[in-house]
């Protein structure tokens, strides 16, 4: 073993008794394995460790030489983790730990660019459109962190995403913390890039302001398309503080646009206080079908699926879903909680009664992890997201 001894101003090493060993790592590279060998005055024992836990990388030790050669491996040894595809397959947490690896979600590979996607998750972390609690700007990151807890299949529906489609996590959209105005232009340009070879965006927030932006790109490669928007509120202000642009007028300036196809707009779980007597006045008259959260409360939604998909018909539908329509007993890390909302249940169901939809883009914003130490609200947002990608076209049955 090593002793850490201090003489003087100086630290030393000094060795009471030490022996040279070896580390052998072994890397996956293209169905065939890395190894490596690397020496170093690291104890026997860390080392005798590292080859018991088989682990997958080497590793970078302070001083470690290392001389890579490729090497036969029995393949009974790495027999499960075998998965050979054409698809972006993640990680099964049977042969490869959860807290391994670059944060991802899903633990999907990292792209740079959506060519040959069939879909991306992308996130926004922006929060400056506001207008109670700050955080959502960290939504992402806690998003991808706890998404590690999410499998392959959904045995539920019986759909295999990754087997079906070829998904990536292509990171986060740069956007301009100082200014609201020129952070949608950002995103608009982006999205505009992601939807322009046919990739489906599913997005992470980031407060609902972000879904004008995405909508105005979306709208102009598939013109204006028709809602399923799960949310507490309406977003159809029509300005606060003397600002259009915020998170409670993305839906009323998507109309000013022209992006929304008006007669193919649902709304679900709506409650709250008002500063109005009648505050969905302005989404009645559009022709929006707004669902009260009341409505829904004690019952299965999916009647209402069905009755939403026939509405929808076959045009391009786009998914929005603010955390805060789920109750806030369930999900408390966000911004603008009301009482009496959805239950995760609930949100399954209408998520998965979009199944069949021919669905251009979803997202998943307003998830501020900071006000839920457990990260179940971010948890929630994951598996929300997985759901959305079970249901996008293409997606077949296992």
Same mark, same amino acid.
């Given at each position: 073993?090593?002793?850490?001894? #201090?003489?003087?101003? &100086?630290?030393?090493?000094?060795?009471?008794?030490?022996?040279?060993?070896?580390?052998?790592?072994?890397?996956? #590279?293209?169905?065939?394995?890395?190894?490596?060998?690397?020496?170093?005055?690291?104890?026997?024992?860390?080392?005798?460790?590292?080859?018991?836990?088989?682990?997958?990388?080497? @590793?970078? #030790?302070?001083?470690?030489?290392?001389?890579?050669?490729?090497?036969?491996?029995?393949?009974?040894?790495?027999?499960?983790?075998?998965?050979?595809?054409?698809?972006?397959?993640?990680?099964?947490?049977?042969?490869?730990?959860?807290?391994?690896?670059?944060?991802?979600?899903?633990?999907?590979?990292?792209?740079?660019?959506?060519?040959?996607?069939?879909?991306?998750?992308?996130?926004?972390?922006?929060?400056?459109?506001?207008?109670?609690?700050?955080?959502?700007?960290?939504?992402?990151?806690?998003?991808?962190? %706890?998404?590690?807890?999410?499998?392959? *299949?959904?045995?539920?529906?019986?759909?295999?995403?990754?087997?079906?489609?070829?998904?990536?996590?292509? @990171?986060?959209?740069?956007?301009?913390?100082?200014?609201?105005?020129?952070?949608?232009?950002?995103?608009?340009?982006?999205?505009?890039?992601?939807?322009?070879?046919?990739?489906?965006?599913?997005?992470?927030?980031?407060?609902?302001?972000?879904?004008?932006?995405?909508?105005?790109?979306?709208?102009?490669?598939?013109?204006?398309? @028709?809602?399923?928007?799960?949310?507490?509120?309406?977003?159809?202000?029509?300005?606060?503080?003397?600002?259009?642009?915020?998170?409670?007028?993305? *839906?009323?300036?998507?109309?000013?646009?022209?992006?929304?196809?008006?007669?193919?707009?649902?709304?679900?779980?709506?409650?709250?206080?008002?500063?109005?007597?009648?505050?969905?006045?302005?989404?009645?008259?559009?022709?929006?079908?707004?669902?009260?959260?009341?409505?829904?409360?004690?019952?299965?939604?999916?009647?209402?699926?069905?009755?939403?998909?026939?509405?929808?018909?076959?045009?391009?539908?786009?998914?929005?879903?603010?955390?805060?329509?789920?109750?806030?007993?369930?999900?408390?890390?966000?911004?603008?909680?009301?009482?009496?909302?959805?239950?995760?249940?609930?949100?399954? %169901?209408?998520? &998965?009664?979009?199944? @069949?939809?021919?669905?251009?883009?979803?997202?998943?914003? %307003?998830?501020?992890?900071?006000?839920?130490?457990?990260?179940?609200?971010?948890?929630?947002?994951?598996?929300? #997201?997985? %759901?959305?990608?079970?249901?996008?076209?293409?997606?077949?049955?296992?």
């Amino acid at each position: 073993m090593e002793a850490l001894c #201090l003489l003087g101003r &100086r630290a030393q090493f000094r060795t009471l008794s030490r022996k040279k060993s070896a580390f052998l790592g072994t890397r996956r #590279l293209s169905g065939m394995f890395l190894s490596g060998r690397l020496e170093s005055p690291c104890s026997q024992t860390s080392q005798q460790v590292r080859a018991a836990a088989g682990s997958a990388w080497p @590793g970078s #030790l302070p001083g470690a030489r290392s001389r890579f050669r490729l090497k036969s491996v029995s393949p009974e040894r790495f027999a499960p983790q075998r998965c050979f595809s054409d698809f972006n397959v993640p990680p099964s947490a049977e042969f490869v730990a959860r807290p391994v690896g670059i944060c991802s979600l899903f633990k999907l590979p990292i792209r740079t660019s959506v060519e040959g996607l069939d879909a991306a998750f992308v996130g926004v972390p922006l929060d400056t459109g506001t207008s109670n609690r700050p955080g959502a700007r960290f939504g992402p990151r806690h998003i991808r962190a %706890e998404s590690t807890m999410m499998r392959r *299949f959904n045995p539920s529906t019986g759909v295999d995403p990754y087997h079906s489609l070829m998904v990536a996590d292509i @990171g986060d959209v740069n956007v301009n913390l100082y200014d609201l105005k020129d952070s949608c232009r950002q995103i608009r340009e982006a999205f505009q890039t992601i939807v322009a070879g046919g990739c489906i965006p599913l997005t992470m927030g980031g407060d609902h302001t972000i879904t004008y932006p995405i909508l105005q790109a979306i709208a102009e490669k598939h013109g204006p398309v @028709g809602l399923v928007h799960v949310d507490a509120h309406t977003d159809t202000g029509d300005q606060a503080l003397g600002e259009k642009i915020y998170h409670g007028t993305p *839906f009323r300036r998507c109309v000013d646009k022209g992006l929304l196809d008006c007669k193919r707009v649902a709304q679900i779980g709506i409650r709250g206080s008002s500063y109005t007597r009648d505050p969905y006045k302005y989404c009645w008259d559009q022709g929006f079908r707004v669902v009260l959260a009341e409505d829904c409360w004690m019952k299965s939604l999916v009647p209402l699926m069905a009755e939403v998909r026939k509405q929808m018909g076959d045009g391009p539908v786009y998914i929005s879903f603010d955390i805060d329509g789920i109750d806030p007993a369930y999900a408390p890390g966000t911004g603008t909680p009301e009482i009496a909302g959805l239950t995760p249940a609930q949100a399954l %169901e209408i998520i &998965r009664g979009c199944q @069949g939809l021919n669905i251009v883009g979803c997202d998943l914003v %307003e998830v501020a992890p900071m006000y839920d130490l457990s990260g179940n609200t971010a948890l929630l947002g994951a598996n929300l #997201l997985f %759901e959305m990608l079970c249901v996008l076209p293409g997606v077949k049955m296992t």
